[in-house]
T-cell receptor, first 109, second 118 residues
Framework: GQSLEQPSEVTAVEGAIVQINCTYQ??????LSWYQQHDGGAPTFLSY????GLEETGRFSSFLSRSDSYGYLLLQELQMKDSASYFC??????????FGPGTRLSVLP | EAGVAQSPRYKIIEKRQSVAFWCNPI?????LYWYQQILGQGPKLLIQ????????DSQLPKDRFSAERLKGVDSTLKIQPAKLEDSAVYLC????????????????FGPGTRLLVL
């Protein structure tokens, strides 16, 4: 079967750095994506790792280690607007996507 | 560029009634997905289309759910009859479906339809 694990909640203060981990078990793994979802909103794409290593996009970075079946999303210079749920999603061959349970990030002033 | 359009945005029905959701993906996107998202959980893929063909419907409860994408563009998801546990947000997403490291991880989601079954 396929499964993904993420912490359910993370809390941090404005300006801090936070890391959200994701471990996965899947067959036909192709890449790992990260999505942000504000309450009542739709998921929006943040980052994608098709290869091992770090991808940087502004304040957000994402890392993948295929050998460890592990990835993380790093958020720097946290802002209040970053309070949201963050989902990792495994992209399998054929573009089949499986989403993780989500991590709720609360940014405190 | 217009985003993914969905309608209706909200729907309240009684159990055993039927309901239909509509989705129009981003122009040129070959792949269309329907997800069910229950409050507090991640989106769960119900069905995936590549153009007008079904790629994956392994998690679609076929005894009550059906979906079609007749001309390879817009799509309809139907529930008949609805159950209480179908209360959720139904999200439609689309992607280019083309090769390329970045595009393969990128789905664009519509605003969703919030369904409440009473």
């Amino acid at each position: 079967g396929q499964s993904l694990e993420q912490p359910s909640e993370v809390t941090a203060v404005e300006g801090a750095i936070v890391q959200i981990n994701c471990t996965y078990q899947t067959s036909g793994f192709y890449g790992l994506s990260w999505y942000q979802q504000h309450d009542g909103g739709a998921p929006t794409f943040l980052s994608y790792n098709g290869l091992d290593g770090l991808e940087e996009t502004g304040r957000f970075s994402s890392f993948l280690s295929r050998s460890d079946s592990y990835g993380y999303l790093l958020l720097q210079e946290l802002q209040m607007k970053d309070s949201a749920s963050y989902f990792c999603a495994v992209n399998n061959y054929g573009q089949n996507f499986v989403f993780g349970p989500g991590t709720r990030l609360s940014v405190l002033p | 560029e217009a985003g993914v359009a969905q309608s209706p945005r909200y729907k309240i029905i009684e159990k055993r009634q039927s309901v239909a959701f509509w989705c129009n993906p981003i122009s040129g996107h070959a792949t269309l997905y329907w997800y069910q998202q229950i409050l507090g959980q991640g989106p769960k893929l119900l069905i995936q289309f590549q153009n007008n063909g079904v790629v994956d419907d392994s998690q679609l409860p076929k005894d009550r759910f059906s979906a079609e994408r007749l001309k390879g563009v817009d799509s309809t998801l139907k529930i008949q009859p609805a159950k209480l546990e179908d209360s959720a947000v139904y999200l439609c997403a689309s992607s280019l479906g083309s090769l390329g490291a970045r595009s393969e991880g990128t789905q664009y989601f519509g605003p969703g339809t919030r369904l409440l079954v009473l």
